[in-house]
T-cell receptor, first 116, second 117 residues
Framework: EAGVAQSPRYKIIEKRQSVAFWCNPI?????LYWYQQILGQGPKLLIQ????????DSQLPKDRFSAERLKGVDSTLKIQPAKLEDSAVYLC??????????????FGPGTRLTVL | AQTVTQSQPEMSVQEAETVTLSCTYD???????LFWYKQPPSRQMILVIR??????QNATENRFSVNFQKAAKSFSLKISDSQLGDAAMYFC??????????????FGKGTLLTVNP
C-alpha cells in the first residue's frame, strides 16, 4: 500500500513570495490533515478535511494561508505572502473517517519550508 | 483547551537498556485517546502505541509499554531493550473523543532520544 505522498520535499523562498505544497493521501482515506511543525515544537493542526469539506480550520492563518481538496482526494496548501515565521515543516496526514482510537493518522514525509 | 507537556527535551540510553519518557496532559474531558509517535530524521511520523482513556489496563506493543495514570493525567512511555533504531524524536499526543469528525491531534514538544552503542 502506497503511503502519503508530498511534494516538494524542500522549498526555499524569500519573504512576501508565495508557495504551494501538494499532498496525495492514501487511497480510500476520506480525512486529510495539514500540520505545521516549527523547529523544536510538535506538529500543530492547520486544517482538517473530510472528503471535500472542512472540519476544522480554527488554527489556519486565513489572511495568508489557504487550502483546498479537489474531488476529495489530493490537496494543496498555499501561503501568500510568506513571512519569516512560516519557516517550518508542513506535514500532511490521512486517515479513514472513524472516530475510534484505532483510526490511525498516516503521515507523509513533510515539506521543509525556509523563508529568507 | 487541551495541552500536552513533555518535560524532557532530550534523553539518552545505552543499547539494550530501558528508558522512560514522560508526558503529562491537561483536559477537562473524560473520554479521550493518548498516543506516542516516533519521528526519525526522515521526518515521517510513525505511531508507536495508543491508549484509550476509559481502559485501565496499560497498553503494550512488543518492547514499548505505557504507564497511564488518569487521575494524575500522566502518560509515560517505557522502551525496553533499547535498539539503535529507536533513536528518534518522540511525541506524546492527545485526541478528544468528540464522537464527531474532528480527529485533531494535540502534540507535546517532543523528547529527543539518543541510543548509545
Amino acid at each position: 500500500e502506497a503511503g502519503v505522498a508530498q511534494s516538494p520535499r524542500y522549498k526555499i523562498i524569500e519573504k512576501r513570495q508565495s508557495v504551494a505544497f501538494w499532498c496525495n493521501p492514501i487511497s480510500g482515506h476520506a480525512t486529510l490533515y495539514w500540520y505545521q511543525q516549527i523547529l523544536g515544537q510538535g506538529p500543530k493542526l492547520l486544517i482538517q478535511f473530510q472528503n471535500n469539506g472542512v472540519v476544522d480550520d480554527s488554527q489556519l492563518p486565513k489572511d495568508r494561508f489557504s487550502a483546498e481538496r479537489l474531488k476529495g482526494v489530493d490537496s494543496t496548501l498555499k501561503i501568500q505572502p510568506a513571512k519569516l515565521e512560516d519557516s517550518a515543516v508542513y506535514l500532511c496526514a490521512s486517515s479513514l473517517d472513524d472516530p475510534g482510537p484505532y483510526n490511525e493518522q498516516f503521515f507523509g514525509p513533510g515539506t521543509r519550508l525556509t523563508v529568507l | 483547551a487541551q495541552t500536552v507537556t513533555q518535560s524532557q527535551p532530550e534523553m539518552s540510553v545505552q543499547e539494550a537498556e530501558t528508558v522512560t519518557l514522560s508526558c503529562t496532559y491537561d483536559t477537562s474531558e473524560s473520554d479521550y485517546y493518548l498516543f506516542w509517535y516516533k519521528q526519525p530524521p526522515s521526518r515521517q511520523m510513525i505511531l508507536v502505541i495508543r491508549q484509550e482513556a476509559y481502559k485501565q489496563q496499560n497498553a503494550t506493543e512488543n518492547r514499548f509499554s505505557v504507564n497511564f495514570q488518569k487521575a494524575a493525567k500522566s502518560f509515560s512511555l517505557k522502551i525496553s531493550d533499547s535498539q539503535l533504531g529507536d533513536a528518534a524524536m518522540y511525541f506524546c499526543a492527545y485526541r478528544k473523543n468528540s464522537g464527531g469528525s474532528n480527529y485533531k491531534l494535540t502534540f507535546g514538544k517532543g523528547t529527543l532520544l539518543t541510543v548509545n552503542p
